[in-house]
C-alpha cells in the first residue's frame, strides 16, 4: 500500500498454500482488509491455527505458491491475462483441489489503505505488527453453554467420523462476511 505497487501474496502452512495480489490501484482491499486485526502473539491458540514452526509445511506446496506467484508477476509485468486483483486462491494438497474465492472491496475503516489510515509508514506497520504471530494467535473459540459437551467434537473426531461415512450434519458458522466470499 505504502508503496502503490502491486504485491503478490502467497503463504504456506502444513498441506495448503494461498495465493492473491494486493494493488491499490485496483480498488480492491490490501490484507489488512482482509484480516484488519493482527493477533497478539501471547495469545493461546488451543490447537486452532498454527504457526510454520509449531505446523511444518510440506516441501510442494511453498514450491507450487511460489510458481504461481511468478506467473501472477509475470501477468502483472506484461499486462496479458488478469491478475488475481479481486481473488483469494486456496490450494489443499492433500485433496489436489483449489479453491478460488472473491476479496471484499477497499474497507473503509482499513488502518493501511483507508481514508483515515493510521499506518503511513513502515516505521507504523512494523510497530502495528511488532506484538502479532500470525494465525497461531488467534483468540481460543468460545463454545455456547446452551450446547451440550457431548455435542462438542474436535477437528480429529469429526475427519474420523468423516471418513468412517457416518451420517451428520455439518452446521456452517461463518460469519455473513466470510460466507459471502
Known amino acids: 500500500v505504502l ?12 498441506t ?3 495465493l492473491t495480489v494486493y494493488d ?5 482491499g490490501c490484507y489488512r482488509c482482509l484480516y484488519p486485526s493482527p493477533k497478539n502473539k501471547k495469545s493461546s491458540h488451543m490447537g486452532n491455527c498454527k504457526s510454520c514452526s509449531d ?8 514450491g507450487l505458491i511460489g510458481i504461481l506467484q511468478a506467473t501472477e508477476v509475470l501477468k502483472i509485468i506484461t499486462k496479458i491475462g488478469s491478475p488475481l486483483y479481486d481473488k483469494l486462491i486456496m490450494y489443499d494438497s492433500l485433496q ?3 479453491m478460488t474465492i472473491k476479496k ?8 493501511a489503505c483507508g481514508p483515515n489510515s493510521t499506518i503511513k509508514s513502515m516505521v507504523d506497520s512494523l510497530k502495528s505488527s511488532m506484538q502479532t504471530r500470525g494465525p497461531s494467535s ?7 453453554e446452551r450446547i451440550k459437551e457431548q455435542d462438542h467434537i474436535s477437528c480429529k473426531e469429526y475427519n474420523e467420523m ?5 451420517d451428520h450434519v455439518l452446521l456452517d458458522v461463518r460469519v455473513p462476511r466470510q460466507y459471502e466470499m
Not at 508503496?3 to 504456506?12: R, T
Not at 491499490?24 to 480492491?28: H, I, L, Y
Not at 505446523?55 to 511453498?62: D, E, K, Q, R, Y
Not at 471484499?104 to 488502518?111: G, L, Q
Open 138 to 144: 488467534t483468540t481460543p473459540i468460545s463454545i455456547d
Open 3 to 14: 508503496s502503490g505497487k502491486p504485491l503478490v501474496s502467497g503463504s504456506a502452512i502444513g
Open 96 to 98: 489436489s483441489t483449489f
Open 104 to 111: 471484499p472491496p477497499r474497507n473503509s475503516k482499513c488502518e
Open 162 to 166: 468423516r471418513m468412517n461415512g457416518k
Open 55 to 62: 505446523h511444518g509445511v510440506l516441501g510442494t506446496v511453498p
Open 16 to 18: 495448503e498454500g494461498q
Open 24 to 28: 491499490p490501484k485496483s480498488g480492491r
